[in-house]
């Protein structure tokens, strides 16, 4: 994909207009995991409300995400859901080292859409295999988003893995998972309590104990390809009490 190509998608993912726009006179490109959606909006929102140009910002995977970061996409901050692909990133020279922190934490949960009557309880062994049925279980593709493998981890500890393997519906995020229970076509899935909360139309069953996958973080860096003048204030904002409480009303926790 052309870098002119990647600004043209992310301006429309931000649901600006697609029109020829220098760097000084736009807010920082941000490219963040899916399951920010509401939580980033507001803060990008309120930073717009305080006399700056407001944050453009690509929502997606976070597989999906680094991709774009490798291939040279023109952004300015990166908050992928682990620390796997900022890892990744880093790796390949693409980040300001010194900017980075992990600023926000997050719960795995089990959901049904709203009028749903199954009932289940996590534990080991449980029966999530006979409670879908024939059906499959939603989730993020395990081999690439960080909301599987946190997921694959979570059943694996509970001895559900092999029953469940075969018989997922794997999505290249978080939030199309959300949407194939929310819609009926997956009787379960496991998403982030934030994407749950963020529905009126699924019911969260359970909630995975943290200790059965590892943390769920979410870290912030800046790219080492930025260029936006205020990129640098709006990840202090970000990381600040006034933007921590943002995601804090969203059901995010906060280091």
Same mark, same amino acid.
């Given at each position: ?20 726009? =220098?760097?000084?006179?736009? !807010? ?23 006399? =700056? ?15 774009? %970061?490798?291939? !040279? ?76 493998? #946190? ?5 694996? =500890?509970?001895? %559900? ?19 194939? %229970? ?9 998403? #982030? ?24 973080? #979410? ?23 006034? !933007? ?12």
């Amino acid at each position: 994909m052309s870098l002119l190509r990647i600004v043209t998608v992310v301006l429309l993912v931000s649901g600006c207009t697609a029109m020829p726009v =220098h760097a000084q006179q736009r !807010g920082p490109l941000v490219l963040a995991a899916a399951s920010l959606r509401e939580a980033l909006t507001e803060a990008a929102d309120v930073w717009g409300s305080q006399r =700056h140009a407001r944050p453009v910002i690509a929502f997606a995977g976070s597989s999906a995400l680094a991709r774009q %970061v490798e291939a !040279g996409a023109p952004a300015d901050l990166f908050i992928p859901a682990d620390e796997e692909w900022m890892d990744h990133v880093a790796g390949k020279g693409l980040i300001r080292p010194d900017s980075r922190v992990a600023f926000l934490s997050n719960q795995l949960v089990l959901i049904a859409p709203v009028g749903s009557t199954l009932r289940l309880s996590i534990g080991r062994g449980f029966p999530l295999a006979r409670a879908l049925g024939n059906a499959r279980l939603a989730m993020a593709d395990p081999d690439s988003v960080p909301a599987g493998r #946190y997921a694959k981890a979570a059943l694996i =500890h509970f001895g %559900v893995w092999p029953s469940v393997a075969p018989r997922l519906a794997r999505s290249d995020n978080v939030r199309t998972a959300l949407v194939l %229970v929310e819609r009926g076509e997956a009787p379960l899935g496991i998403v #982030y309590a934030t994407d749950a909360r963020a529905s009126n139309r699924v019911r969260v069953l359970a909630t995975f104990p943290g200790g059965s996958h590892p943390p769920i973080t #979410y870290p912030l860096a800046m790219l080492r390809g930025s260029t936006n003048p205020d990129a640098s204030a709006f990840r202090r904002f970000l990381i600040s009490r006034e !933007g921590k409480a943002i995601f804090a009303r969203h059901g995010f926790g906060t280091r």
